[in-house]
């Protein structure tokens, strides 16, 4: 059964896009700071791109491991990877828009010339030492570089993907295998260093060779939950009638065992810098405790307590309801984890969540979903020729 | 006849003892126990064993590990004989808990895993210089046995027999 992209899905999608653009407009008209807004803007394109990655990451690790349970369901991860196109280049644009020759915000400190000049009267001895990685022509070639990789594998497992579902075969299939071992290693180094970055960067004096796990952690476990959600969504309006609790109780072992995962690397990350307690490396956590602890505080219940309490029980993962308020509180939880990644380097204290930063997380939701939404529609919602899709419908846990 | 009370359905192949026993449970017969060299999939639902209850035991478990590890690093460096951890003389459970979590995880886990083991064990009686009761030593090699008490059932057993060698069983067995 093929997915339509009903008229009533494209108007809320659009409607939310709006309201992001409406929230964009109004915080302009209203005299947010600048910075501000261009830090939201940060949140969410690397949020959504990240969930995009996972679509690609998801699809590779199938591929290597090969997976069998999960191609019954293999065209939504698929249509998430779709979301890297249109996310890519807002990210791009936002991160172009810190250069010091632009100036449209300064979320990356170290770009002001005056940092890197021994003779400046702004001159960071300590930034300057971090010259040949953290400069301007590398940042932003290494950028597109990451973009431009993580793109052509995602075209290219989608065109391969689709040439499957009319050639047949287990020929792509054997192919693909190589490819995702490819893409996994590019992305393996490529995922840290682009969350050092991105992320790692806006507190440019602090570093914590943990930090590229911890970013991983919060997409994958993001985009998996996205995934079922999209897979539940799908299945309540009457579409994959071969996906069912068994696979539904996989994909909450994913977000369960994610989510402890995240907790895992986020208390490593927390304890052995409060513990040995050196000034340079406690300033992160104090900046986060003095104007963000509720914020920082509601990590550890949102994406391990809760998660790990909800989904515990058997039935549990078994059941959409369940699954869908787990779901909602890990995307809430990881959105807040990025947000205080970024706003306390990038805002200090002059932080808030208003009208600008729900209605700018609801833009970029709407645009998501209006891609994979298109997406989907796009090619036949089973892929039809998986050699393991057999396999999938008599999957049992 | 009237002596026999037990009857054994010998198969050399897991799945048709699965389909043996789904036609015996249809015919309303009661399946005292499966004996397999291997955990059969699937097979606990058919002859209606309830599902096990060992997860909960280890979640009460780990709980009870939980607090003892609290309780140990309350009474001995916050009460006892207060420690300055790391530079962080403040004497209160709550603050210095980063410094907890490792160790009461670990202790959470030693709990659940070996209060998990242990009542395994008793709820068995699996213990050393135990005798096995297999009705038929050649469950531990390859074969697969249905063991079915005729006290706990009406179906006569003549026609619990003609089902199970119908569905397949290589040997039929009275005891």
């Known amino acids: 059964m093929d997915y339509t992209f009903k008229s009533s899905t494209k108007r809320l999608t659009l409607g939310l896009v709006g309201l992001g653009v409406l929230a964009l407009v109004y915080s302009v008209l209203t005299h947010v700071p600048g910075q501000r807004i261009w830090a939201n803007m940060l949140v969410n394109s690397y949020f959504f791109v990240g969930i995009g990655l996972m679509g690609t990451l998801w699809m590779a690790i199938q591929y290597v491991s090969e997976a069998g349970w999960s191609s019954g369901f293999k065209r939504v991860p698929e249509a998430v990877s779709q979301f890297l196109l249109v996310g890519g280049p807002i990210l791009l644009i936002t991160l172009i828009g810190g250069s010091h020759s632009l100036g449209w915000h300064h979320i990356y400190h170290w770009m002001d010339p005056e940092i890197m000049n021994p003779e400046s009267a702004h001159y960071d001895s300590i930034i300057a030492g971090k010259a040949a990685y953290l400069n301007e022509p590398f940042f932003f070639l290494r950028a597109v570089l990451y973009l431009a990789v993580w793109i052509f594998f995602t075209l290219f497992f989608r065109k391969q993907s689709l040439r499957e579902d009319l050639e047949g075969g287990v020929a792509i299939h054997k192919r693909n295998y190589g490819w995702a071992a490819a893409f996994l290693v590019f992305y393996g180094v490529t995922s840290s260093t682009a969350s050092w970055d991105w992320m790692m960067s806006i507190d440019t004096h602090w570093f914590s060779t943990l930090f590229g796990w911890y970013n991983f952690s919060t997409m994958f476990v993001t985009g998996i939950t996205m995934f079922a959600l999209i897979v539940i969504s799908l299945k309540r309006n009457g ?48 900046d986060r405790w003095k104007n963000y602890q509720f914020v920082w505080g509601a990590l550890p219940v949102l994406n391990l307590a809760l998660p790990m309490l909800l989904l515990m029980d058997k039935a549990a993962k078994r059941n959409m309801n369940m699954m869908t308020i787990t779901g909602v509180i890990i995307v809430v939880g990881h959105w807040l984890d990025v947000f205080q990644m970024v706003m306390p380097g990038a805002v200090k204290a002059d932080w808030g969540i208003g009208i600008l930063e729900v209605g700018l997380f609801l833009g970029f939701l709407g645009l998501f979903l209006f891609v994979v939404h298109s997406a989907l529609a796009k090619a036949p919602l089973v892929a039809k020729n998986h050699p393991y899709l057999d396999e999938a419908k008599h999957h049992h846990v | ?52 209850r060992l997860h909960i035991a280890g979640f009460i478990y780990g709980l009870c590990g939980m607090g003892l590890a609290l309780f140990m690093f309350w009474f001995t460096l916050i009460m006892d004989w207060p420690m300055n951890i790391g530079g962080k003389p403040n004497f209160s459970l709550l603050v210095n808990l980063p410094a907890f979590v490792p160790v009461t995880f670990e202790m959470t886990v030693f709990c659940a895993a070996h209060g998990m083991s242990v009542t395994y064990f008793i709820r068995n009686t699996i213990y050393p210089g135990k005798k096995n009761w297999n009705p038929d030593l050649r469950t531990t090699d390859d074969k697969f046995l249905i063991q079915i008490d005729l006290d706990e059932n009406t179906v006569s057993s003549a026609d619990i027999e003609a089902i199970l060698k119908e569905t397949g069983a290589e040997e039929i067995t009275q005891k």
Not at chain 1, 251 to 278: R, T
Not at chain 2, 14 to 38: R, T, W
């Open chain 2, 1 to 52: 006849m009237s002596t026999t009370k037990e009857i054994h359905g010998l198969f050399s192949d897991e799945e048709v003892l699965k389909a043996s026993a789904k036609a015996l449970v249809a015919k309303g017969v009661h399946i005292k126990d499966v004996f397999s060299p291997f955990p059969i999939h699937g097979i606990d639902p058919i002859i209606g064993v309830p599902p096990t």
């Open chain 1, 239 to 286: 579409y994959l009638p071969d996906i069912n609790e068994e696979h539904l109780q996989d994909l909450g072992k994913f977000m369960f065992g994610a989510s402890v995962f995240w907790g895992y690397l986020w208390f490593s990350q927390f304890m052995l810098i409060w513990y040995a307690n050196i000034p340079e490396e406690v300033t992160y956590f104090q």
